[in-house]
């Protein structure tokens, strides 16, 4: 196996044990033991992963690259903290590693994921990234909309604003002025590509999460067309209620702008292409002809299935049915398909070894809350100037964002050992995208031939798990749905 070294380290942690030098020989030391060789040593110097903002982190953003094109079998560091400083973004990229069929292993927390057990793991831990996002996406969405309720601006505040002390958003002395210029010039018939010109000439720059960069006509854009500025915010059905904020721009001023970018300025056409993602989506062959599946939605709502050869005419004689046809026999199939019990424990014990390995998150929290207390005291001091105390304030309160949530954590693994104890209640209740994304998780291929799913390919990470439920089953799949069979290197009749 060629295994790769990322190693990193900020300014604070030049010490033995985190040092670069290190971090390489306790690699070289595990490579040598594994009888492995070393592909390529990513290194980070002077690096924060704080923020887990990649593109701060070069080395650390190529080797995700040279992984991707499998350059590389596995990964090592020398602790979980020198890869990700947080759980969430750590599980989303075991998730991409697991994709790329490369394995990974920390040497301090002794996890090693290149044996087959470790593989299949990772493959599972990958897909709590999904799990998390999802929560904290229905979280974020219900602080979003209490605030909303409330008058409140949720999100990141948009140029030439900044947050008050009472959290009500108000002008930026910084960046105001140049809101100012930016309506003005719009107001006067410039486009919005002079505007950012302008803007950009004197000295402003963007705000949000991607750093301060230079305007262009698309940013400029959307702050013209922002009701924010006028104390408006979205109801969620198109229209719009009060913000509790008061305006930072006349109304007459910003319906001038409006009226000026009607008149010169011809919005690009946008084509439309009707693309949906479906359950079975790229994963679904036709086992007449081996040719592609599409799908799409009828106009009474029902998707229907249909062979693409034999729409373009090549003479496949694929009969087609309804998607839910298809999605019951696979519900049907998952419902029998249960995940061991000591794979569940496993699984679960190595999560719980990430989320020790993370305990951090809550020092981490109340360290980066007492520097924001003592940067207001500096301020209201007169110690530092509102342009630093702006800059460091937004970049805390971007570090506390980025912590993973550790509330209701033994919850959060009941609930995944409840998805891990029955797939088919999850594939049950998902939307068409959601059961795309779980069917891509366990299946490579699944055949389908008129109104039966034939035989279905699963992940080589699964497959140990289809070999022990196949003869469990068979006799219940023929009954069911006659020549359909589980593991597709046992039907005679299989695609090659």
């Known amino acids: 196996m060629k295994a790769a070294l990322y190693a990193r380290v900020s300014s604070e942690e030049q010490v033995e044990g985190y040092s670069i030098d290190a971090q390489r020989r306790a690699f070289q030391t595990f490579a040598e033991n594994k009888q492995w060789d070393t592909y390529r040593e990513y290194i980070d110097e002077g690096k924060s992963a704080r923020t887990d903002n990649i593109n701060k982190r070069p080395a650390f953003k190529e080797m995700v690259t040279d992984a991707l094109a499998g350059q590389f079998d596995v990964l090592v560091v020398h602790k979980l903290d020198r890869f990700a400083r947080n759980l969430r973004i750590t599980l989303e990229y075991f998730d991409r590693l697991s994709k790329a069929g490369v394995s990974f292993v920390s040497i301090s927390e002794n996890m ?12 599972l831990l990958g897909g709590l990234a999904q799990f998390y996002s999802d929560n904290l996406s229905q979280e974020t969405k219900k602080g979003w ?3 909303k309720a409330q008058g409140l601006y949720a999100g990141l505040l948009p140029f030439g604003a900044t947050k008050g002390e009472d959290g009500v958003p108000i002008p930026d002395p910084e960046t105001y002025p140049g809101l100012r210029i930016a309506f003005e010039l719009a107001a ?29 006509k698309d940013t400029v854009g959307g702050i013209l067309t922002n009701h924010f500025y006028v104390a408006e915010l979205p109801d969620g059905n198109g229209g719009w209620i009060d913000a509790k904020h008061k305006p930072f721009i006349d109304r007459d001023l910003f319906n001038t702008v409006q009226e000026m970018r009607s008149k010169g300025y011809s919005p690009r056409q946008t084509i439309n292409s009707g693309a949906r993602t479906y359950s079975l989506s790229c994963i679904a062959q036709c086992s007449r002809c081996g040719g592609s599946i599409r799908m799409q939605t009828s106009p009474k709502g029902r998707q229907r299935v249909y062979c693409a050869s034999r729409s373009e005419g090549l003479g496949c004689d694929f009969s087609g049915t309804f998607l839910d046809v298809y999605e019951s026999q696979i519900e049907w199939y998952l419902a029998n398909f249960i995940i061991p019990e000591d794979y569940q424990k496993k699984i679960l014990e190595a999560h719980h070894k990430l989320e020790k390995s993370y305990s951090e998150t809550e020092s981490s929290e ?18 530092i100037s509102q342009r630093e105390y702006l800059k460091n304030y937004k970049e805390i309160e971007y570090q506390l964002r980025q912590l993973t949530p550790s509330k209701n954590g ?5 609930q995944l050992a409840r998805f891990l104890a029955n797939v088919a209640n999850a594939w049950r209740e998902a939307n068409q995208e959601h059961r795309n994304k779980l069917a891509c998780c366990l299946f490579q291929k699944v055949w389908i031939r008129d109104k039966e799913v034939i035989t279905v390919r699963p992940q080589p990470e699964l497959k140990p798990f289809f070999d022990l439920n196949h003869e469990a089953m068979e006799q219940k799949l023929s009954q069911n749905f006659g020549k359909w ?12």
């Open 112 to 123: 090693d994921f290149s044996t087959p057990w470790g593989r299949l793991a990772l493959t």
């Open 145 to 147: 909309a209490e605030r």
């Open 188 to 216: 006067q018939g410039k486009h919005d590509r002079e505007v950012a010109q302008a803007l950009n000439t004197a000295g402003y720059r963007t705000a949000g999460n991607q750093g301060n960069r230079l305007f262009t």
């Open 366 to 383: 109340e360290r980066l809350k007492a520097s924001l207390k003592r940067l207001k005291e500096q301020y209201r001091w007169g110690h």
């Open 410 to 414: 033994q919850e959060e693994l009941e």
């Open 485 to 496: 069979r589980p593991r597709w290197d046992s039907n005679p009749r299989s695609p090659p």
